[in-house]
């Protein structure tokens, strides 16, 4: 089982800020089947970012993927108060489909 | 236009068996390729991913749940059915049903459905 380390738990920022966050694979991923979800209180998850660096449709340019092999990284160049959420990454290339333990990104 | 949407108990009692199943629309579980999951989350807590049936009636399932878990399709009706069995308080959580292709991520969502195990 591939095991996802996302860091920080928590991360505090205000609007306009750069957010870097990290997920860590605990062995490379093939193809870099690697995916970013963003999750609003109460809300469902949404996908973002897959195969490590591509939006899905209708995400903002400011969120991008990047990384391979076992260390990956989400950016959001400049926060809109919408974005504060809970992010978690995943690996979908090999069963189990494993999710990291997501990373709280909240309002400083 | 792809859409997902769970059904079943809200409160179960320990011990009990869960059933919740997936209605979907918008493609069919007899496209190669297409696969419907199961992802749950407990309150404040991380996603964990719980089984995935394929076309081909390949079943996949979380290493750490597959003793307790079964994933049905039934493609007539366009549904998926989880059980779980021997559940336990620890199980309460939103249970989301998703949409899957080979090599692809999860695309689509449902609402999901909040269990409460309680006695």
């Known amino acids: 089982e591939i095991v996802l380390t996302q860091s920080p738990g928590t991360l505090s920022l205000s609007p306009g800020e750069r957010a870097t966050l990290s997920c860590r694979a605990s062995?490379?991923?093939?193809?870099?089947?690697l995916a970013w979800y963003q999750q609003k209180p109460g809300q469902t998850p949404r996908l973002l970012i897959y195969g490590a660096s591509r939006r899905a449709t209708g995400i903002p340019d400011r969120f991008s993927g990047s990384g391979s092999g076992t260390d990956f990284t989400l950016t959001i160049s400049r926060l809109e108060p919408e974005d504060f959420a809970l992010y978690s990454c995943q690996q979908y290339g090999r069963s189990p489909y494993t999710f990291g333990q997501g990373t709280k990104l909240e309002i400083k | 236009q792809i859409t997902l949407k769970e059904s079943g108990p809200t409160l179960v009692k320990p011990t009990q068996t869960l059933t919740v199943t997936c209605s979907f629309s918008?493609?069919?579980?007899?496209?190669?390729?297409?696969?419907v999951g199961w992802i749950r989350q407990p309150p404040g807590k991380a996603l964990e991913w719980l089984a995935l049936i394929y076309w081909d009636d390949d079943r996949r399932y979380s290493p750490s749940l597959k003793t307790r878990l079964t994933i049905t399709k039934d493609t007539s009706k366009n549904q998926v059915a989880l059980t779980m069995t021997t559940m336990d308080p620890e199980d309460t959580a939103r249970y989301y049903c998703v949409h899957k292709e080979v090599a692809a991520p999860f695309d689509f969502w449902g609402q999901g459905i909040l269990v409460t195990v309680s006695s």
């Open positions: 062995r490379s991923l093939s193809n870099d089947y």
């Open positions: 918008g493609f069919s579980l007899n496209t190669n390729g297409v696969g």
